[in-house]
T-cell receptor, first 113, second 113 residues
Framework: AQSVSQHNHHVILSEAASLELGCNYSYGGTVNLFWYVQYPGQHLQLLLKYFSGDPLVKGIKGFEAEFIKSKFSFNLRKPSVQWSDTAEYFCAVSPSGTYKYIFGTGTRLKVLA | DAGVIQSPRHEVTEMGQEVTLRCKPISGHNSLFWYRQTMMRGLELLIYFNNNVPIDDSGMPEDRFSAKMPNASFSTLKIQPSEPRDSAVYFC???????????FGPGTRLTVL
C-alpha cells in the first residue's frame, strides 16, 4: 500500500538553527510531492511542490526540498529557522495523474526564541 | 481570490444531533475534497468530488456520514447522528484539473459532547 513516513514527530530548535525534516514514501511509479505547513489554528498552506525537473525545489519563506528518487525521499530544509516557523509540517505524495494525496502524519516544529 | 471558504469555523454539539459542514471551493476549481484531521489518525481523505460527482467515498467512516455537491460552488458534509468520536477538524480542499495542487480551507473544528 502507498504510504508516507515522516520520522520526526516533534522537533525543537533554537532560532538560527538549521532544519531538515525527513519524508519517505512508498510508491513505485511517478509521483508529485508536496510540503504543506499548518500554523497554529490555521489551515494547511502549500510550502513547495515538485512535479518534475530540477530535484531541488525552492518554496516560500526560505524553505527548500530535495527529491532523491533512489531513496524515495523528499526532505524539507531551511538553513536558519525563525520563531515564526513554529508550525506543523506535512509531506504529501500524489501518484501522477491521480487526485489522491497521501499525507504523512506531520512533524511539529517548535522554534525557541 | 477568497480561497476555499468553510463554515462554521467551530461547531459544538451534543451526541445524537445532526451536524452540517459547508464548503465553497475556489471559483473555477472542479475537484473538491473533504478531509478529517485528528491527533490519532492525522489527515484522512473522506470523499472526493469531480465536476460535482462523488468519485471516491471509500474514506467515509460509516453511514452516518454523507456528502453532497449540488453545484460547482457548494458542498456539504453531514453527520447524522453525531458521536463524540467524530470530534475533529474537517477540512475542505479544491483543485482544478491539470494543476494537481490542492488548496485548503480554514477548517471546521467539530466538538461532539
Amino acid at each position: 500500500a502507498q504510504s508516507v513516513s515522516q520520522h520526526n514527530h516533534h522537533v525543537i530548535l533554537s532560532e538560527a538553527a538549521s532544519l531538515e525534516l525527513g519524508c519517505n514514501y512508498s510508491y513505485g511509479g511517478t509521483v508529485n510531492l508536496f510540503w504543506y505547513v499548518q500554523y497554529p489554528g490555521q489551515h494547511l498552506q502549500l510550502l513547495l511542490k515538485y512535479f518534475s525537473g530540477d530535484p531541488l525545489v525552492k518554496g516560500i519563506k526560505g524553505f527548500e526540498a530535495e527529491f532523491i528518487k533512489s531513496k524515495f525521499s523528499f526532505n524539507l530544509r531551511k538553513p536558519s529557522v525563525q520563531w515564526s516557523d513554529t508550525a506543523e509540517y506535512f509531506c504529501a505524495v500524489s501518484p501522477s495523474g491521480t487526485y489522491k494525496y497521501i499525507f504523512g502524519t506531520g512533524t511539529r516544529l517548535k522554534v525557541l526564541a | 481570490d477568497a480561497g476555499v471558504i468553510q463554515s462554521p469555523r467551530h461547531e459544538v454539539t451534543e451526541m445524537g444531533q445532526e451536524v452540517t459542514l459547508r464548503c465553497k471551493p475556489i471559483s473555477g476549481h472542479n475537484s473538491l475534497f473533504w478531509y478529517r484531521q485528528t491527533m490519532m489518525r492525522g489527515l484522512e481523505l473522506l470523499i472526493y468530488f469531480n465536476n460535482n460527482v462523488p468519485i471516491d467515498d471509500s474514506g467515509m467512516p460509516e453511514d452516518r456520514f454523507s456528502a453532497k455537491m449540488p453545484n460547482a460552488s457548494f458542498s456539504t458534509l453531514k453527520i447524522q447522528p453525531s458521536e463524540p468520536r467524530d470530534s475533529a477538524v474537517y477540512f475542505c480542499a479544491s483543485t482544478s484539473s491539470g494543476t494537481d495542487t490542492q488548496y485548503f480551507g480554514p477548517g471546521t473544528r467539530l466538538t461532539v459532547l
